[in-house]
């Protein structure tokens, strides 16, 4: 397994993905032993039968790199197709993000407020967010080196950019990590997580709209709303195929639900 390790880290994957991959591999040879096709379309089958589908694909592409590896490329499987809703879900309203802003602001919460601000406004995932750096902020960019060698620029507003260096001026930070916990160290994506839910019941705001990528979902969403360039978000959000940033072009479920209300009389 250590050379399939090895193998995966030329690839440039990451950590957690060359885990995932090994527990994948580990597992299909403790339920089915021997590589063959049957055992390999058997395995699919229990996947399917005791998983949700973007795990059984996970474990799909997990093996047919691992085939790869020992030249057993035809022996490849194909993954599941994931039908995608036609709707977003749980997707946090402008009003309720505006609304959660304020609520902190006003309660001079402002570490947290500028969580919001900075998932909302520059559609980073919280792994990126914690990433973020002082320096960063002054640039109005952090650059981000995805597998595959490719790099990913988020971009700070200028608008924001300048709210948050007041901020970190009256805190005299001039380098390091923005987000810090109570000990002073960076902030975790957990942590992130589990303080919004806290705010969610605070504020009286439905506790499943307000996660971490909600926000990134909103980023979107009023993207395209004010500036109709589909490529140029896939861009931003990071997205390697456009089709998976189409999605943004459909309306929330709750969106879908006002207009079927309004326009249906009959």
Same mark, same amino acid.
């Given at each position: 397994?250590?050379?399939?390790?090895?193998?995966?880290?030329?690839?440039?994957?990451?950590?957690?993905?060359?885990?995932?991959?090994?527990?994948?591999?580990?597992?299909?040879?403790?339920?089915?032993?021997?590589?063959?096709?049957?055992?390999?379309?058997?395995? =699919?089958?229990?996947? &399917? @039968?005791?998983? $949700?589908?973007?795990?059984?694909? #996970?474990?799909?592409?997990? %093996? *047919?790199?691992?085939?790869?590896?020992?030249?057993?490329?035809?022996?490849?499987?194909?993954?599941?197709?994931?039908?995608?809703?036609?709707?977003?879900?749980?997707?946090?309203?402008?009003?309720?993000?505006?609304?959660?802003?304020?609520?902190?602001?006003?309660?001079?919460?402002?570490?947290?407020?500028?969580?919001?601000?900075?998932?909302?406004?520059?559609?980073?995932?919280?792994?990126?967010?914690?990433?973020?750096?002082?320096?960063?902020?002054?640039?109005?960019?952090?650059?981000?080196?995805?597998?595959?060698?490719?790099?990913?620029?988020?971009?700070?507003?200028?608008?924001? =950019?300048?709210?948050? &260096? @007041?901020?970190? $001026?009256?805190?005299?930070?001039? #380098?390091?990590?923005?987000? %810090? *916990?109570?000990?002073?160290?960076?902030?975790?994506?957990?942590?992130?997580?589990?303080?919004?839910?806290?705010?969610a019941g605070k504020y009286g705001i439905n506790p499943d709209v307000v996660y971490p990528h909600s926000f990134r979902h909103r980023f979107a969403k009023n993207f395209i709303q004010k500036y109709n360039d589909i490529s140029l978000l896939a861009d931003l959000m990071g997205h390697d195929s456009i089709e998976t940033t189409r999605i943004y072009l459909r309306l929330t479920s709750t969106e879908q639900r006002e207009i079927v209300d309004k326009i249906i009389t009959w």
């Open positions: 397994m250590k050379e399939f390790r090895d193998y995966l880290k030329e690839k440039n994957l990451s950590k957690n993905t060359i885990s995932a991959y090994e527990y994948s591999i580990v597992m299909f040879k403790r339920l089915f032993g021997e590589i063959n096709k049957t055992n390999l379309l058997a395995f =699919k089958g229990y996947m &399917l @039968e005791h998983f $949700k589908v973007r795990t059984v694909n #996970l474990r799909i592409q997990a %093996l *047919n790199k691992y085939l790869a590896y020992i030249k057993k490329k035809d022996l490849q499987i194909t993954a599941v197709k994931i039908q995608q809703k036609p709707f977003l879900e749980n997707v946090i309203s402008d009003a309720d993000y505006l609304f959660l802003k304020k609520s902190l602001k006003k309660e001079e919460n402002l570490k947290w407020y500028f969580v919001v601000r900075f998932l909302g406004a520059t559609g980073a995932r919280v792994s990126e967010l914690v990433q973020i750096k002082v320096e960063h902020v002054k640039l109005g960019y952090l650059d981000l080196y995805t597998k595959g060698g490719k790099t990913r620029r988020i971009y700070i507003p200028k608008v924001l =950019k300048v709210e948050a &260096l @007041e901020w970190l $001026k009256k805190l005299d930070r001039g #380098l390091g990590y923005i987000f %810090l *916990n109570n000990t002073g160290e960076p902030i975790t994506t957990r942590g992130i997580s589990i303080q919004l839910k806290k705010f």
